[in-house]
Structure formats: C-alpha cells, structure tokens
C-alpha cells in the first residue's frame, strides 16, 4: 500500500475540498479524520474516494499507540474555525495542543506536516499583514480563536521548524462545501440566501470614520486557490515556512454583494444595519495578504478575481443546489 496522505477537518470547507482535489489527481489513501457530530457536515463526505475516516480521538489515540498507518503528510485543518467561540480551553487543547501533538508526530516520522493558521491572528492589523516571522512576534490576535493559532505559530518559531513544516494563514476563504458553518459561512454564501428570501444584501455599518459604509476591506479568496496553495507545499517538501494565502488584493464588502448580485442576474440592492456591539471592538476593518513570501517560494498562479469567483461559486454550485 502507497503511504497515507492525512487529512484532518476532512468533512469540512476547505478539508473536504483538499480531499476532492487529491482524487482528482488520482490520490485515494487517503485518511480523512474529523467528528462529525450531529449536523448535516458528513454530506460533504458524499463522492470522495478514501481509505478510511476516523474521529479526533481515534486518531490521535493510533498515534500514541505507534498503530498509525505509513504516513507521507497530514494536511491539517482540523481546528475550530468558529471567531465567536468562548470556551478558551476548548480552543487551546483542539486548536493548539492538538495540532502540536500531530507536528511531532509527523517530525518523528519524516512525514509532510502542513496546518492551518488564520489572518485572525494579525488582529486588528496595526502591525500589517505581512508573514515575516520578526512580525509575527508583534501580532495582538483580537480574540481566542485568533490566538490559539498564533500560540502554535510561535511555538513552532520559537523551536526553529519552520524550515520543516508549512503553516498557512488563510484569508477571508469563500467557495463550495461550507453550508454546514451556519454562522461562520462566508458573505457569499449569506448574501447568495438573503437575496433569495429578501431580496436584499444586508451589510454592517462602519464605526470608523475613515470607512464608509460597506468599504471596509477584506482579503477574499476562493477555496480552489486556497487548495492550490496548500497543495504546492505538499508537493515541494524542501519549502517550509509560515505563509499567508490570500490574494494580495483587498476588496470591499460592497464589491462582493454587487458580486453576488451579479452572478444572480439581478440588480444590487444593499441595505445597511447595526453592527452587534459585542463585535464593534474585535471587528477588523481591513485584510490584505502580504504575498511576497508566498511568490518568492515558487507559488505563481495567479489568483481569481473576485468577480470570477463569486460567478463559479453562485453558477456552478449554489443555484445548482437550490
């Protein structure tokens, strides 16, 4: 048997996307590994290829055990992604301890390790977005999540592996399969809903007077790039490294309603209401991917727009959906 590509938060957005563009190359040892719960997640399973699916703790109980299977990578993204989660040491064993446990395992087994960070751990972006590792010691995330992620970038940092393992800090992701992250879906997909149901785009306003409203920014990138970057570093084991991926192009929220509308054939009609006040002080206003590091590793494809995007994305998957 061929050795086993892992990938963790397979059933989810961007983990069962990795997964179908691995068959799509023909890969299928694969070891899907998520917990599926009790939510309508486990339909994104449905047309993959793979070789067996295990929750967290089977896993990560195989490992200690010395049971894994022959291992090539493990491409993780098994974390919670939920901003808005308060349970603080939920966050630090499942998005911090965990992950850490894999990056040993993996460096002990000579296999690929790549995981996922966030642009949640830039903050409120006073220090940029770039990924240069002496910025990364200034970053101030705004909230638990952001800083579960950042704790294991620095510790990976601070123990020199970055010439190793691949961390990525993905951007705003949009793109197919992410209907079951209820409120964590992105705008595309809320928009896409509220356009059908209201026939409006509802948008937050701004605080700061140097945005108006619907011109804050974000850094958004479709899931098809997103899983071309990360496949490029399982294909390059030399490269390692802390990465953004995003586009290197921030956009307006404005930008993506009009684009939804767009794709959807109708006129924008954009309706703007008040931003929770529970938000208002963690809420970050601009995004924009420092890609420079990403290109000087050998990554050229380029991005798609945004328009492009949201077009394949509403076209091609969600009005086929309905």
């Not at 997909?189 to 509220?194: C, D, L």
């Not at 030399?238 to 006129?267: E, I």
Request: net charge neutral; aromatic share 12%.
């Amino acid at each position: 048997m061929a050795k086993m590509i892992v990938v963790t938060g397979a059933a989810g957005f961007i983990g069962r996307n990795i997964a179908a563009a691995l068959n799509a190359r023909g890969v299928e040892d694969l070891l899907l590994v998520d917990r599926l719960g009790t939510d309508e997640k486990w339909k994104n399973l449905i047309g993959l290829r793979y070789e067996d699916l295990l929750d967290p703790d089977q896993y990560i109980q195989r490992l200690r055990d010395g049971r894994a299977p022959d291992t090539a990578g493990i491409i993780h993204l098994g974390a919670c992604s939920a901003t808005t989660e308060r349970d603080a040491d939920f966050l630090l064993r499942n998005n911090y301890q965990y992950t850490r446990e894999l990056c040993e395992w993996s460096l002990r087994n000579n296999a690929r390790f790549i995981y996922a960070s966030s642009a949640a751990t830039y903050g409120d972006g006073r220090h940029g977005y770039s990924d240069d590792d002496q910025n990364t010691l200034k970053l101030r995330p705004l909230n638990m999540y952001g800083y579960s992620k950042h704790m294991f970038d620095l510790w990976a940092m601070k123990n020199t592996l970055f010439d190793r393992i691949v961390g990525l800090k993905y951007f705003n992701v949009y793109g197919p399969y992410e209907d079951h992250k209820q409120d964590m879906r992105s705008v595309v997909h809320k928009s896409y809903e509220q356009i059908l149901r209201q026939g409006e785009v509802q948008l937050f306003k701004s605080y700061r007077p140097e945005y108006a409203d619907g011109q804050q920014k974000r850094d958004f990138i479709y899931v098809k790039d997103a899983v071309n970057v990360t496949l490029h570093f399982l294909d390059h084991r030399a490269q390692g490294g802390l990465f953004n991926c995003g586009t290197g192009q921030a956009r307006t929220w404005d930008d993506l309603a009009k684009a939804v509308f767009a794709a959807m054939g109708r006129p924008a009609n954009i309706r703007m209401i008040d931003m929770p006040e529970t938000l208002r002080e963690k809420y970050q206003y601009f995004t924009q991917a420092d890609v420079r590091k990403l290109r000087q590793a050998g990554y050229e494809a380029p991005f798609t727009s945004l328009e492009d995007g949201v077009g394949d994305y509403v076209k091609n998957y969600l009005q086929i959906g309905e």
